[in-house]
């Protein structure tokens, strides 16, 4: 089964809402304001599409800002 075809389908509706819940809200995290420093002091892109224009939301760029976000976090 395609990757689009399963996204497109309604099995997908409550694994799209347990991540939104895990990862989107709540009390933001040191690493969720690594990853937001550049929307959060600039407030390019608003608050979705940021996501796609300050490089810190891809997998490299959440690695990079997320593993300098505390000195004593060792992973």
Not at 37 to 54: F, P
Request: charged fraction near 20%.
């Amino acid at each position: 089964m395609c990757a689009n075809t399963l996204s497109a389908t309604e099995f997908v509706k409550p694994i799209e809402s347990f991540l939104s819940q895990t990862f989107n809200e709540g009390i933001p995290s040191i690493y969720d304001k690594a990853m937001d420093a550049v929307y959060n002091s600039t407030n390019i892109g608003g608050g979705n599409l940021h996501r796609l224009s300050d490089n810190s939301h891809t997998l490299w760029g959440a690695w990079d800002k997320c593993k300098n976000a505390s000195e004593y976090d060792s992973l």
